[in-house]
C-alpha cells in the first residue's frame, strides 16, 4: 500500500530555516509529482509547492516564493521542501501528497495519496 511519511518539523525562530522531507513508498515515485500544502489552526489547507516527474519542474505560491525550495530524489523516493527566512505565518502542519499526473497540481483533492502531516512552529 502506498505511504507518505513527512519528517523534520519542529521549532525555529522567525528568520531561520527548517528542511522538512517525505518519504514514499508502495508507488512509482519517479512518476509523480509531489506536493506540499499546509494548513494552520482556524484556516483553509493551502498549496505550498510541487514537483513533477515530468520536465521536473517546480511551482510555488507566491508567499514562498524565494524563500522555499522544493526537490526530490527519485533514487530515494523522497521529496524535500527547504524552508529558509521563516516567517511567524509559515506556521502550520506541513503535508506532502503525491498524484500520478506530469503537470503541476495545486489543489488538494486532486492529489490521490496524501501524508499525515509533521508541525513546523515558527516562533516570533
Known amino acids: 500500500q502506498v505511504q507518505l511519511v513527512e519528517s523534520g518539523g519542529g521549532l525555529v525562530q522567525a528568520g531561520g530555516s527548517l528542511r522538512v522531507s517525505c518519504a514514499a513508498s508502495?508507488?512509482?515515485?519517479?512518476?509523480?509529482?509531489m506536493g506540499w500544502f499546509r494548513q494552520s489552526p482556524g484556516k483553509e489547507r493551502e498549496f505550498v509547492a510541487c514537483t513533477t516527474w515530468r520536465g521536473g519542474r517546480t511551482y510555488y505560491t507566491d508567499s514562498v516564493k524565494g524563500r522555499f525550495t522544493i526537490s526530490r530524489d527519485n533514487v530515494k523516493s523522497t521529496v524535500y521542501l527547504q524552508m529558509n527566512s521563516l516567517k511567524f505565518e509559515d506556521t502550520a502542519v506541513y503535508y506532502c501528497?503525491?498524484?500520478?499526473?506530469?503537470?503541476?497540481?495545486?489543489?488538494?483533492?486532486?492529489?490521490?495519496?496524501w501524508g499525515q502531516g509533521t508541525q513546523v512552529t515558527v516562533s516570533s
Open positions: 501528497a503525491a498524484v500520478d499526473l506530469g503537470q503541476y497540481v495545486v489543489t488538494w483533492d486532486d492529489y490521490n495519496y
Open positions: 508502495g508507488l512509482t515515485f519517479s512518476r509523480y509529482t
